[in-house]
């Protein structure tokens, strides 16, 4: 797909606030937007735009969400009696999230979150590269730092499953709420954030392996005997490993 410009990039968005399953535009629109990371220019921050749906479980503030012509932002815990200006909140009270909509009275808030050209701007990846590979002596990344709304934090009383899970989230650099289709439902991914960031809480194999499976991973499992002195019964003759990639025949 050729590159738009931040006219064709509105259109886009705006067709995407407006989906139908029935719209082949609406689906041309949503194969570049998923392809192509478009960010909102919003509040002297450029934030990832994500289309608003109001069944998500949970809603981050490192995200633009745009739906019916606006940007909104995540803007935390609020009672709807006080009004905090236009965006996503969590009433404290019902634990619900609402939005407070944009007022098409006031100038100064259509303005500002309106979505427009003004507002976006698009990462030109191929373009990226070769300014990467010009200025490859003069650019210093540093590998350690993960750029995202969850960073994954390995701890002492972490179980084994839990480990490894942070442990591959944080060599592959890779942002949860980005991986959302990866997962079977909304409950999966809640369910699976829920373990990693729950200190007590302990990963199930069957946990483990949504998480696997929605990184694309597999996994190996090796069972050996902890003390060759003081077995249970025979002791192995070696150490036994079953894989994800196992089949069996029924």
């Known amino acids: 797909m050729c590159k738009k410009t931040k006219k064709e990039l509105t259109d886009i968005i705006l067709t995407l606030t407006d989906y139908t399953e029935d719209n082949p535009e609406a689906e041309e629109a949503r194969a570049y937007f998923n392809a192509n990371q478009t960010y909102a220019m919003l509040d002297d921050a450029a934030l990832p735009i994500r289309i608003y749906d109001r069944n998500d479980i949970e809603y981050s503030d490192m995200y633009a969400y745009a739906n019916g012509g606006f940007f909104y932002l995540y803007k935390g815990s609020c009672l709807p009696s006080i009004d905090k200006g236009p965006g996503i909140y969590l009433n404290p ?10 007022n098409m009275d006031d100038s100064t808030e259509v303005a500002k979150y309106k979505i427009c050209a003004d507002h976006l701007v698009s990462l030109d990846k191929h373009q990226i590269l070769e300014d990467l590979k010009k200025n490859s002596e003069d650019i210093y990344a540093n590998q350690d730092r993960v750029t995202q709304s969850y960073i994954p934090k390995v701890e002492m009383d972490d179980d084994c499953l839990k480990r490894l899970i942070k442990m591959a989230l944080l060599a592959k650099g890779v942002d949860l709420d980005q991986c959302k289709m990866c997962f079977s439902d909304k409950n999966a991914l809640f369910n699976f954030k829920q373990v990693l960031k ?7 194999i069957k946990i483990f392996e949504r998480g696997v499976d929605a990184l694309n991973l597999a996994y190996d499992i090796t069972i050996r005997e902890a003390n060759p002195d003081g077995t249970v019964g025979k002791a192995l003759s070696g150490p036994i490993t079953v894989s994800s990639d196992d089949t069996y025949e029924l």
């Open 93 to 102: 009270e019902t634990k619900e999230y609402y939005m407070r909509e944009v």
């Open 198 to 204: 729950t200190p007590d809480s302990r990963m199930t």
